[in-house]
């Protein structure tokens, strides 16, 4: 199996040290050096962060292949406190919303669907986005770097989840999806990706310029649409087709600084 082929459920599958002779190859395959091979549990799984450096950066082995992506909206069950919040914050705050959760998840999340995608290493953290945001692609390229696709992106996320959250489909009662604290959201993922974890600072582009990830700008929080639609931002599949809209618009390359990028090797 050549590296770019490296499926998610292959890489699963393997023991530690064929994990470590698969990361080490791609280091090498990079010119980087591996840094890192951890084995950490992820709800009733054991998996495998591989962690790479290149030119000072640090970059996580995702493995592609046939994968899941996007949100079953008509399979979701929402929580009763997510239910509530969306009747008696979002509804209530006359902010136009459609009357039933499931349908504003329908407008606002990417339907479920299979993919083939790749492996790939994809940063471990994004960068922040140059004062011109259209020049992302032409200043990763000189470094032999892209953008990832929104399948790309939401796999990294979710790593194989079906949930509406990369951690699960409950929004943390105890914290806010921005700012410090605690919670899951500001945990590495499954494989090892800094990613999704601040409504405010954590909105990524991607190759497509209608959809961006990973967070809103605050404009749910702000608006105080109420606490199931401010963590919305944060579901894997939410592609935030109006932060997408309001970046690529004359006032986003004033607010270029609070959006990201993340940058991907190829490994074919």
Same mark, same amino acid.
């Given at each position: 199996?050549?590296?770019?082929? /490296?499926?998610?459920?292959?890489?699963?599958?393997?023991?530690?040290?064929a994990?470590?002779?698969?990361?080490?190859?791609?280091?090498?395959?990079?010119? =980087?050096?591996?840094?890192?091979?951890?084995?950490?549990?992820?709800?009733?799984?054991?998996?495998?962060?591989?962690v790479?450096?290149?030119?000072?950066?640090?970059y +996580?082995?995702?493995? =592609?292949?046939?994968?899941?992506?996007?949100?079953?909206?008509?399979?979701?069950q929402? /929580?009763?406190e997510?239910?509530?919040?969306?009747?008696?914050?979002?509804?209530?705050?006359?902010?136009?919303?459609?009357?039933?959760?499931?349908?504003?998840? +329908?407008?606002?999340?990417?339907?479920?669907?299979?993919?083939?995608?790749?492996?790939?290493?994809?940063?471990?953290?994004?960068v922040?986005?140059?004062?011109?945001?259209? /020049?992302?692609?032409?200043?990763?390229?000189?470094?032999?770097?892209?953008?990832?696709?929104?399948?790309?992106?939401?796999?990294?996320?979710?790593?194989?989840? +079906?949930?509406?959250?990369?951690?699960?489909?409950?929004?943390?009662?105890?914290?806010?999806?921005?700012?410090?604290?605690?919670?899951?959201?500001?945990?590495?993922?499954?494989?090892?990706?800094?990613?999704?974890?601040?409504?405010?600072?954590?909105?990524? &582009?991607?190759?497509?310029?209608?959809?961006?990830? =990973?967070?809103?700008?605050?404009?749910? +929080?702000?608006?105080?649409?109420?606490?199931?639609?401010?963590?919305?931002?944060?579901?894997?599949?939410?592609?935030?087709?109006?932060?997408?809209?309001? /970046? =690529?618009?004359?006032?986003?390359?004033? &607010?270029?600084?609070?959006?990201?990028?993340?940058?991907?090797?190829?490994?074919?």
């Amino acid at each position: 199996m050549s590296l770019a082929d /490296l499926t998610l459920a292959h890489w699963r599958a393997l023991d530690p040290a064929a994990c470590t002779r698969y990361a080490e190859e791609a280091a090498r395959r990079v010119d =980087g050096r591996l840094v890192r091979l951890e084995a950490v549990p992820h709800r009733a799984e054991v998996h495998h962060r591989a962690v790479i450096e290149r030119a000072g950066e640090r970059y +996580a082995l995702v493995p =592609g292949g046939e994968v899941t992506v996007g949100f079953d909206v008509e399979a979701w069950q929402p /929580l009763p406190e997510q239910l509530l919040s969306y009747r008696e914050e979002s509804l209530a705050g006359g902010f136009g919303f459609e009357t039933e959760p499931r349908d504003f998840l +329908a407008r606002v999340l990417t339907p479920r669907r299979s993919v083939t995608l790749p492996a790939v290493l994809m940063a471990v953290e994004p960068v922040r986005l140059p004062e011109v945001p259209s /020049l992302v692609p032409a200043l990763f390229a000189e470094r032999g770097l892209r953008l990832p696709d929104p399948d790309e992106w939401e796999h990294a996320c979710g790593a194989g989840a +079906a949930t509406l959250f990369r951690w699960g489909d409950a929004c943390p009662a105890d914290v806010s999806p921005y700012g410090g604290g605690k919670g899951p959201h500001l945990l590495p993922n499954a494989f090892g990706l800094r990613i999704a974890y601040d409504v405010y600072d954590s909105a990524e &582009m991607t190759s497509d310029p209608g959809f961006v990830y =990973g967070g809103d700008g605050g404009e749910a +929080a702000c608006g105080g649409y109420g606490t199931l639609l401010e963590w919305l931002p944060l579901a894997t599949a939410n592609r935030n087709a109006g932060t997408a809209e309001f /970046l =690529g618009g004359p006032e986003g390359e004033d &607010m270029f600084e609070d959006f990201n990028a993340r940058p991907v090797i190829d490994l074919g």
